[in-house]
């Protein structure tokens, strides 16, 4: 599956061959690594490397300062300043977006997929031709029966060739990380990002960047989706609070971490109130804010009451033009798009004006013309570490929506930030496959403390000493030839003197341009020196995260550089060629992780609902009266009706598979999962000062500080059942496939049993039973897409659910079941609290029965899966549904009434004869998508 070669600086080139499955053609995705034999970052620090033998005799010191080679510009002869490197990666700039522009995703290629293959439009738009040739010919004769109508209103709907659902693939990273330039350079359009998520808003609200709205006009539009009433009331609640606290009543057993945290949360609060009361004169200032705050400190419910009603009146009277529940503008231009868009979310008010951003959810921009968001919607989230915890579950609420995720840091801190290990660790499992960590700001530091700095790490850097020693040779050239030419610019005026000085300039040209060639090989080999070690680094910490020969895949961009080269100004002395940027590698990646759904939507509407329909008008147009007809009517009807109790076999049998592998088995082992995390406990209390365990219990159970990684209580105290839970996990995925094939299989079976009863019957030798077969066989193909899309509905929840189960956060199964003891323990206060809350702790543990915490998690685990089944199995059932029924009434369409409608007769005819055409020209269209296929098929065989 892996193509790999070194190139010339000694790093490794790896072409993964993916997504063989889907029917999506293959992709190919390029990773820079170092190669295997390259000595790994652990080895021991070397000094100032001294020349050996196997050197080329060009090897200079890489740490001599370059511009040691001065040039000798006059006033006759100018050359262009080698200024000091130095770009700001976090600008964008000012960037022409235009199609000519220096630089757009325009001049890249489609990833080589079948899904991106260029005769797939040409299909597409032949299939639209076809069905609006069909549309004219039901409408032609003014014909308003039942049968008619149906089918036009289908051909128009299959005129549209429905879009996959879009891959959602989510941003995380810490602030500063290069988020929205990331986004800024894959969709292409310079700032926007920066323009929706401006100040301080970009760290507090998820916004989502897909395609254009289906109502949508302009080039760029936003829904901006506020939280419901009973959020809103969160929200308030938590931030009075948490002013309340740090501002009146600080807990005297705060550390000086838990301090600034509450400090924090106060600030935050009152920016927050001072946003939304602007309007207000308690809030006018932030000295009046204060004073009203104090004033009503004794009175924590009556001032969050006032503050709700306040907030809700405000989105009402803000957006009487909108929904209640959300907010739509459009623009036609980036510029047009800040003015509407900055006031909702900007961190302070303007004009006076309510900023609303603390009570928006998340933001939806739908954007016209984005290669890459067509099929992907990019989620830019705000974190999973805010102090604010309505923020935080609207985060991981998000990402449960999520297919994949992209994990973002700058290159110099990526390798060993424990946030990023930590990220990997907690989300690896559930975006399995389509989880990578992008490294930006390469360009940044580049010069020859960084090549000292690679190779006291024992990283090659041969080529940047090459092309180093080679530019040092090219300006010397340079500096020559200008002596030359002030040399002869000395003599007399002469026609051999102007001669030999236009035959000098040629050369110093040449050597200029070749100087600046090497310079930018020089400092490109550098930052592909780093990328190298930079990913390497990172699959040694991730690989014990990882499955069994699982790839990490790391992508190193330069989104400055980018812009750059769509025309933003610059002082940098060199700039990165367009594939070393790294931007046009992760859009390729992205377009390429979207191609497999791609291609299942086209193939699904070709096989089943056009191959169905097309079928289904053949059989109307040849249609005929028949003795029986209701008989076969009945028989066609019989597999619809075993359908809700197949699916209520499905959903019964997985409720007691759920309850006997997790439930009972969790329940039998909590006398031992009791006893073991009360030994945690008593551990804690003995060897932990008790400060430190009265933080943990007023953070209900996760807590850090600056000298110590976050730590969870709850994973510690739940770590025998999570080992259990893990091993019985696979077993009900087993079991649940296994009953979701036996249900489609038996419905499958009903189908054929059907389609044999069907052909015994007198009735059926006057009917066309070939052509009802053939779109019979399009039908059975949607049911095994029904099939195929619940388990992929199915299984992408229930990793949701195991996360849930597994991991410490707010909304864990574990972490609300413990959540009354953290709630009694906070409450304790003064001489005696610490002795309250151990017991008031070790009590909670040590509940029996149904009460016990651990019981309770089991419970809400297997009632999780359970109730995703029961949501899933409600979506499943409505797709089969429309299935039987289009079933029944295209049989019914190819039996005439015994008195037939004569306005139906032309357009029968007329049909007739269009299909004896269009049918055939189908057939072709089949068999030109599997050549398309073939061809990406046959270079993933050569691949292997």
């Known amino acids: 599956m892996f193509d790999s070669f070194l190139d010339q600086s000694g790093v490794r080139e790896v072409v993964i061959a993916c997504y063989k499955d889907f029917q999506g053609g293959w992709c190919d995705v390029k990773l820079r690594a170092l190669d295997k034999d390259q000595p790994s970052a652990s ?29 000798e510009d006059d006033d006759e002869i100018k050359d262009e300043d080698d200024g000091e490197y130095e770009i700001n990666s976090d600008d964008d700039g000012d960037i022409d977006n235009s199609d000519d522009a220096p630089y757009n995703e325009g001049k890249e290629d489609f990833p080589k997929c079948a899904a991106y293959d260029p005769e797939v439009p040409k299909i597409k738009a032949d299939l639209s031709t076809m069905l609006g040739e069909i549309q004219i010919i039901l409408q032609a004769n003014h014909c308003d029966s039942v049968h008619v109508k149906v089918f036009n209103r289908k051909a128009e709907e299959l005129r549209h060739v429905p879009k996959p659902k879009p891959l959602k693939i989510a941003l995380l990273g810490e602030a500063g990380a290069g988020k929205s330039s990331v986004l800024n350079s894959l969709i ?13 808003s970009c760290t507090c609200v998820a916004t989502e960047y897909g395609a254009a709205f289906s109502h949508q006009d302009g080039k760029f539009a936003a829904q901006v989706h506020y939280y419901d009433n009973e959020q809103i009331q969160n929200v308030v609640q938590e931030h009075v609070n948490a002013y309340l606290e740090f501002t009146f009543n600080p807990d005297p057993d705060w550390t000086e971490d838990d301090r600034q945290v509450a400090r924090h949360k106060a600030r935050t609060a009152l920016k927050a109130f001072q946003a939304l009361f602007c309007g207000k004169k308690e809030f006018k200032s932030e000295e009046s804010a204060e004073k009203f705050l104090e004033l009503n400190k004794d009175s924590a419910s009556s001032l969050v009451s006032s503050m709700f009603g306040w907030a809700v009146n405000l989105l009402s009277h803000e957006h009487e033009d909108s929904k209640k529940d959300h907010y739509y503008r459009e623009a036609k231009d980036t ?97 399995r496959g389509k989880i990578a960590i992008v490294c930006t700001r390469i360009d940044d530091d580049i010069g020859p403390a960084l090549a000292r700095d690679l190779e006291e790490k024992k990283v090659p850097v041969k080529e940047y000493a090459k092309y180093l020693a080679q530019e040092k040779k090219a300006r010397a050239q340079v500096s020559f030839f200008k002596a030359k030419i002030r040399s002869r610019m000395g003599a007399l005026p002469s026609a051999k003197r102007a001669k030999k000085v236009k035959a000098l300039k040629t050369d110093r040209e040449k050597w ?32 014990l995260h990882l499955p069994e020969g699982g790839k990490l895949l790391v992508f190193c961009v330069s989104n ?90 499905y959903q019964t049998s997985l409720h007691t598979l759920a309850v006997e592998a997790i439930t009972e088995k969790l329940i039998e082992r909590t006398p031992k999962h009791t006893r073991l995390a009360v030994e945690v406990f008593e551990r804690k209390c003995k060897n932990q000062h008790w400060a430190t365990n009265k933080a943990f219990m007023r953070k209900e159970g996760r807590h850090k500080t600056a000298v110590a990684p976050p730590e969870s209580w709850n994973e510690q105290f739940s770590e025998p059942a999570i080992k259990v839970l893990n091993k019985k996990w696979g077993q009900v995925n087993t079991g649940q496939g296994g009953l979701n094939a036996n249900v489609e299989k038996s419905l499958l079976g009903e189908v054929d049993e059907m389609m044999k009863a069907l052909k015994v019957r007198p009735a ?40 849930e189960a597994t991991q410490d956060r707010p909304t864990s199964f574990f972490a609300q079941a413990m959540r009354p003891a953290y709630e009694l323990c906070k409450a ?30 089991a419970t809400a685990t297997t009632a999780a899966i359970v ?49 004896k055409q269009a049918g055939p020209e189908f057939e072709k269209t089949l068999e030109e998508l599997e050549k398309i296929k073939g061809k990406y098929s046959a270079k993933v065989t050569k691949t292997e």
């Open 43 to 71: 080895q021991s620090v070397l000094g100032k490397r001294k020349k050996t033998d196997d050197d080329d005799d060009d090897y200079v010191d890489l740490f001599d300062d370059e511009t040691d080679i001065k040039l």
């Open 188 to 200: 292409d359009i310079s700032d926007l990002a920066r323009a929706v998520a401006s100040g301080d």
């Open 335 to 431: 510029d047009e798009f800040h003015e509407l868009i900055d006031p909702l979310l900007s961190p302070v008010p303007r004009n006076k004006e309510a900023a609303l951003w603390p009570l928006v959810k998340y933001v939806s921009i739908g954007i016209k013309g984005s290669r890459v968001l067509e099929n992907v919607t990019i989620a830019d989230l705000p974190g999973i570490n805010d102090t604010n915890q309505v923020k935080v579950n609207a985060c991981l609420e998000h990402l449960r929506e999520c297919d994949g995720l992209w994990i973002v840091a700058q290159i110099a801190r990526a390798s060993d930030n424990s946030n990023v290990n930590n990220m990997f660790w907690r989300f690896e499992e559930r975006f």
């Open 512 to 543: 200029e341009e070749k100087r600046d060639d090497l310079a930018l090989r020089k400092w490109t080999a550098l930052v592909t020196a780093r990328n190298g070690y930079v990913t390497m680094r990172l699959q040694q910490e991730m690989a």
């Open 560 to 649: 400055a550089h980018y812009q750059i080269l769509k025309g933003a100004e610059t002082s940098a002395t060199f700039v990165l060629r367009p594939e070393d940027t790294g931007v046009p590698a992760l859009r390729d990646y992205a377009l390429s992780l979207a191609a497999p759904g791609v291609m299942q939507a086209f193939e699904d509407y070709l096989r089943h609902r056009l191959t169905a329909y097309l079928k289904g008008l053949e059989l109307w147009a040849i249609s005929r009266y028949v003795e029986g007809g209701k008989e076969l009517l009945g028989i066609v009807k019989q597999p619809h009706a075993v359908l809700g109790p197949a699916l209520e076999y």
């Open 764 to 803: 059926s030798e006057f009917l066309d039973m070939n052509s009802f077969e053939v779109m019979l066989l399009g039908q059975t193909k949607g049911i095994r897409n029904a099939f195929r899309d619940h388990q992929q509905r199915y299984a992408q929840e229930t990793k949701n659910i195991k996360v």
């Open 828 to 857: 304790e206060t003064g001489e005696g609290s610490v002795a309250r809350s151990n017991a008031h702790f070790v009590s909670h543990l040590l509940r029996e029965g149904n009460e016990s915490p651990f019981a309770v998690a």
């Open 867 to 915: 109730e995703n089944a029961k949501a899933q199995v409600k979506i499943l059932e409505k797709g089969l549904d429309e299935i039987f029924d289009d079933i029944y009434n295209y049989f019914d369409g190819m039996i005439d009434t015994e008195v037939a409608n004569p306005k139906e007769q032309p357009v029968r005819d007329a049909l007739k004869e269009f299909l």
